[in-house]
């Protein structure tokens, strides 16, 4: 009679996945990121937004990460400027909150290089969180009717679900983006990242905040 093929269990065949596709991971982790190399882009939904904001909280609940280390890291934002790795430091200001128009929590992120003293940072971000979107938004118009008096010129754009508005003015570029009840107020300094790469770098930049804003109420996402 012939002998039959000895079939490994199924349990076995996947822990020997399992375990490969482990050790490959542990090896890209070894390899790290070289200055200036590119660094994907996160993406996100209105589900993902909805479901919780991932950067690190206090042993309270809020609604904005406490740190700028944990919104844009130093080591990441010189790898977005194309600067040496931990050339850029990180500056984190909270704020407070304005019930007047809504606003719960509001902290600021600056990032300097290391070589290059001023007296802007040479990225601003300033994050905010609303209780509702309508606050939001109607904070956000009132905030770009400000901006545009000064800038040479304005274009709207989309990020995924949020929008924004790019502004060019004479020292700075100005991007401020709601995505549901946050909002994020970006100023970059002319000469940080190249002229032509200028509008991609800050839309690069919110893509990868946004997911660590105050996440939408149940009742209120859509």
């Known amino acids: 009679m012939p002998s039959r093929?000895?079939?490994?269990?199924?349990?076995?065949?996947?822990?020997?996945?399992?375990?490969?596709?482990l050790l490959g991971g542990l090896a890209g982790c070894a390899s790290g990121t070289n200055p200036g190399?590119?660094?994907?882009?996160?993406?996100?939904?209105?589900a993902?937004?909805?479901?919780?904001?991932?950067?690190?909280r206090t042993d309270r609940e809020t609604l904005l990460p406490v740190d700028c280390t944990d919104?844009?890291?130093?080591?990441?934002?010189?790898?977005?400027l194309g600067q040496p790795v931990d050339?850029?430091?990180?500056?984190?200001?909270?704020?407070?909150?304005?019930p007047a128009v809504g606003r719960l929590e509001r902290m600021t992120c600056?990032?300097?290089r290391a070589k290059v003293k001023g007296a802007s940072p040479d990225v601003e971000m300033i994050l905010a969180a609303y209780a509702t979107r309508a606050q939001a938004d109607g904070q956000q118009v009132t905030n770009v009717a400000a901006e545009r008096r000064e800038a040479q010129s304005a274009s709207a754009l989309s990020i995924g679900s949020a929008h924004g508005v790019l502004f060019d003015e004479r020292v700075k570029t100005v991007l401020m983006v709601?995505?549901?009840?946050?909002?994020?107020?970006?100023?970059m300094l002319r000469g940080v990242a190249a002229s032509d790469q200028t509008r991609a770098v800050?839309?690069?930049?919110?893509q990868r905040v946004l997911p660590n804003l105050a996440p939408e109420p149940v009742s209120e996402s859509r």
Request: charged fraction near 15%.
């Open 5 to 21: 093929p000895v079939r490994r269990p199924r349990a076995v065949l996947a822990a020997a996945v399992l375990g490969g596709l």
């Open 37 to 46: 190399e590119s660094e994907s882009i996160p993406t996100f939904s209105s």
């Open 48 to 56: 993902a937004r909805a479901g919780g904001a991932t950067a690190a």
């Open 71 to 80: 919104v844009i890291s130093g080591e990441k934002m010189s790898a977005l």
């Open 87 to 98: 050339s850029v430091g990180v500056h984190t200001v909270l704020g407070l909150p304005a």
């Open 110 to 112: 600056q990032y300097q």
């Open 178 to 187: 709601t995505s549901g009840r946050s909002s994020v107020s970006m100023t």
């Open 202 to 206: 800050m839309v690069d930049l919110v």
